[in-house]
């Protein structure tokens, strides 16, 4: 860790000069990071390193928040910063701390990276196909010490890659906890769908099943469950306390933010605002418990609990995300899934999804879908919309499947602040649901 | 912004580059500070950001590498070891004279004054449409300083200074309708709030009240918000070498590509443009190419180092939009040539039968190899040269070809978004294109 010669007693010390009110919330955010990236072959320069560290103070006052960042760990700054967001005289004076950081000497280099496409490609021609992918492949690292006034939790660290693939038929993109040997074969699979399906036409509308594979369960999580359960979503269609108790999705439904089973390398045990993180239970049994919040949101309300509290970068207050979704196996088997579904649809992969947050549409963007006649899978068809309202949509599960999976992750951007999100999910079944024809319209 | 001698820093870490065996390399390193405001109905921001960093790019005739940081390089590394493809550095050039805008020099908004701006969005909003508020408004004004010194001799400095404000908005009724504005200036003090209330407003209205029309053609009013759109679309068409050989099957008989009203200019140096300046990210001077002249297309937007494989000059349009991103050719200033003495309002006079669309609701979809494209819009339908009926939930669709070949006249109220860069466009009155629910 970056942060075992940071004085954060000294830091915690000088927080505290500024946090004149028994409700401020003032912390320090400390970060160091590096992302290593191999771009396509044809593209320079070669490899590409970035490698960043700073700092944010930060001071919450009554509803408002003052956030002054560096790019630089350094004394100095860091008593420059307090004085910005401190509401004192502008000539007030903090102590610097020291907080020199070691350098990061390490080699500038992720050897990992190189061997992934040549073993993508290889996984391709064994699905008898080949054609032409750039791929982009990163791994990420970052290393945060969050210090309080008074408390200062463990530092944490995330690893992760990234994996993008440009073809003829579009982009693909996923992330990973680790390059293994199942990496290449799970991107090749995706790959060779993608491919195959390239000409397939969009169905026409339809409304009836839809069996839904893992890692597009993990998409329609964080979409319908996640985004619309954090407290400054819920804000906007009212106060956030008055979700918990509404049934809002089907009773076979529970799922979980629970950033402490995260796979390992982006496990967390705190927050990116030092608040520890639990196993939320944000559906039980279909009924809201637990919406996700941050330190600010859970200040307006006892029955909101800080801990999902998590930040893009230094440079960007924290707010109420969450990082890994599980939603708890079922009964059901995948053929026990498609049984019994004399016509429908399974959605095995997903390109985006959306939420708006005050109709409470929720739109699924699907690359292609399968059909499914008497109970098993038939022709492909092409790109497809699933879309409706989240209270209607999530009641109309009527089967979860088993076993769960690690089912993928994804980047999410809402508010402009990009974070890794992850997933533990199995196969559902939904019923009387909408899915009209996706790509060019017309 | 001058030939400089390099600083102290520049020179070391270039030395330490080129004794590591890498005659090729460059660094360039930045400084920012900007401010950036939030407000929400729930919560209020205020964030002061300072930024120091670095990029460096060096190789040998076998590979290269990309390196950023913060903070100042260190001559001593860790470096990466170069791979991939070789590097390519300009040498250096003339530059142009240029008069540094005198607004670069103006401080950056203060709190009270950017909190004020926003606020005072939210009461024009509301009042120009009873039961609008905003959702959310961001503000962030910005100024940066920066150099390039490569071992080929170049050497530049430059400065820019650029406001952005992003803004979503719900109208009355449920479930409300929402709409979005994002715009990018030099200065946020530019910022007009009334005319930026009337955009939302009037676009909450028509999608509130609108309704997607029959499958439908005309004559078609296309606002700036929407003309950028389909323009940022092209963009692949216009730039690299590759381009020529793509647009090629635009052409028509005489060899058009567009209406004989159509001239596409990029320009990095473009006067009072919110990117202006006299250099590009590798230090290149910019100047204005005409890609598309009355119809014809001249050449495409082309960096240094392309102009060697196609025909066209090359223009310092290699962008370097902060120091994280590796440098890429592509438009600074692309815009729409506007004609002077045609007011949008006689644009809309002229509409017997038609539509003036305003804005679009969400992304398009471009399939330049079927040269196909179909964009989700909202606005009016017009009778006699007036609104007859709102119109939302719609597409506009058509080729490629007929759009650029159909444009029968622009206005003068050229627009500048941020898109693929700043791209601009007045009002184009279009006709062959077709609407649909």
């Known amino acids: ?442 | 912004m001058t030939m400089v001698a390099v600083t102290p820093e520049h020179q070391e870490t270039l030395v330490a580059l080129v004794r590591r065996g890498w005659p090729d390399a460059e660094v360039f390193l930045k400084k920012g500070r900007s401010r950036r405001l939030e407000l929400s109905a729930f919560t209020q921001t205020s964030i002061f950001a300072q930024e120091q960093a670095w990029a460096v790019r060096a190789g040998h005739h076998r590979g290269s590498f990309f390196a950023a940081g913060t903070g100042e390089p260190d001559p001593a590394g860790p470096w990466p070891e170069p791979t991939g493809r070789a590097l390519r550095l300009p040498e250096p050039a003339m530059v142009l004279p240029w008069n540094e805008p005198s607004d670069f020099d103006a401080p950056l908004i203060g709190e009270r004054e950017g909190l004020r701006l926003l606020e005072s969005l939210g009461r024009e909003l509301a009042s120009e449409l009873p039961g609008a508020r905003l959702l959310s408004a961001s503000l962030e004004d910005g100024s940066s300083e920066s150099e390039i010194a490569n071992s080929r001799g170049l050497r530049a400095r430059t400065r820019a200074r650029v406001a952005t404000l992003f803004l979503e908005a719900a109208g009355p009724g449920r479930p409300a309708p929402t709409a979005s504005v994002y715009l990018a200036v030099r200065e946020a003090r530019k910022i007009n709030p009334p005319a930026l209330a009337r955009r939302l407003a009037d676009r909450l209205a028509v999608t509130a009240q609108g309704a997607p029309p029959e499958r439908d053609r005309g004559e078609i009013l296309l606002a700036p918000a929407v003309a950028v759109r389909l323009l940022a679309g092209l963009v692949p068409l216009l730039v690299g070498p590759k381009a020529g050989g793509l647009i090629s099957g635009l052409r028509d008989h005489r060899g058009r590509i567009g209406s004989e009203k159509l001239t596409l200019i990029d320009n990095g140096r473009l006067s009072g443009g919110t990117l202006e300046a006299p250099v590009d990210g590798e230090g290149v001077p910019t100047r204005e190419a005409v890609l598309v002249e009355q119809g014809f297309f001249r050449q495409p937007l082309l960096a240094w180092w392309q102009a060697e494989t196609a025909a066209g000059h090359p223009s310092g349009c290699t962008r370097r939009a902060g120091w994280r991103d590796v440098p890429q050719p592509g438009p600074t200033h692309l815009y729409v040539k506007p004609d002077a003495k045609i007011p949008v309002v006689a644009l809309l006079g002229s509409i017997a039968q038609g539509y003036y669309l305003i804005d679009t609701t969400g992304a398009g979809h471009f399939d330049l190899a079927e040269g196909k494209f179909a964009l989700p819009v909202c606005g009016f339908a017009v009778e006699g040269g007036r609104a007859s009926a709102p119109v939302a939930g719609a597409w506009l669709c058509g080729r490629i070809a007929t759009f650029l070949q159909g444009i029968a006249a622009v206005g003068r109220d050229l627009t500048f978004h941020p898109l693929d860069g700043m791209i601009g466009s007045p009002t184009l009155l279009v006709t062959g294109l077709e609407l649909r629910g």
């Open chain 1, 1 to 442: 860790m970056p942060f075992s010669e940071l004085d954060t007693a000294a830091v915690a010390r000088t927080l505290s000069q500024i946090a004149e009110q028994p409700e401020d919330v003032v912390d320090a955010f400390f970060e160091r990071r590096e992302d290593v990236e191999l771009p396509p072959e044809d593209e320079g320069p070669g490899l590409r390193v970035w490698r960043e560290e700073g700092f944010a103070v930060r001071l919450v006052r009554e509803g408002r928040t003052w956030l002054a960042t560096r790019d630089a760990i350094d004394g100095r700054p860091f008593a420059e910063a307090l004085r910005q967001v401190a509401r004192a005289f502008s000539a007030a004076s903090y102590p610097e701390p020291s907080l020199r950081l070691p350098p990061d000497e390490t080699p500038a280099a992720a050897p990992e990276l190189a061997e992934l496409p040549a073993a993508v490609n290889r996984a391709l021609r064994a699905h008898h196909v080949g054609f032409p992918v750039r791929y982009t492949v990163r791994r990420h690292r970052r290393f945060v010490q969050v210090v309080g006034p008074r408390l200062v939790p463990a530092a944490q660290s995330e690893v992760f890659y990234s994996v993008t693939a440009d073809g003829s038929w579009g982009r693909w993109g996923a992330l990973f906890p680790r390059l293994d040997g199942g990496v290449a074969e799970m991107i090749s699979s995706a790959l060779a769908g993608l491919f195959r399906a390239r000409q397939a036409p969009a169905p026409a509308p339809f409304r009836g099943i839809a069996v839904l594979a893992p890692s597009v369960v993990a998409v329609v999580l964080h979409e319908a469950v996640a985004h619309a359960l954090e407290a400054d979503v819920l804000a906007q269609g009212g106060n956030p306390e008055s979700a918990v108790g509404v049934a809002m999705a089907a009773e076979s439904l529970d799922v979980l933010d629970d950033p402490g089973a995260a796979p390992e390398g982006v496990r967390r045990t705190t927050d990116d605002e030092g608040s520890p993180v639990f196993r939320r239970w944000l559906l039980r049994g279909g009924v809201v418990e637990q919406p996700l919040a941050d330190a600010l949101w859970a200040r307006t309300s006892p029955v909101l609990v800080p801990g999902a509290g998590r930040r893009g970068s230094r440079h960007l207050p924290p707010g109420p995300r969450s990082s890994h979704l599980e939603l708890l196996a079922g009964e059901t088997d995948e053929a026990g899934l498609l049984a019994g579904a004399d016509e429908g649809y399974h959605l095995g992969e997903t390109s985006r999804g959306s939420l708006d947050p005050l109709s409470g549409e929720f739109t699924l963007q699907l690359p292609y879908a399968r059909r499914i006649r008497r109970g098993s899978l038939a022709e492909t068809v092409g790109p497809c919309i699933l879309r409706g309202r989240v209270a209607d949509l999530l009641t109309r599960v009527t089967a979860v499947g088993r076993p769960s999976y690690p089912a993928g992750a994804g980047w999410c951007a809402k508010g402009g602040q990009k974070l890794p999100v992850w997933a533990t999910a199995p196969a559902l079944r939904l019923e009387g649901v909408e899915i009209t024809p996706g790509g060019m319209p017309g």
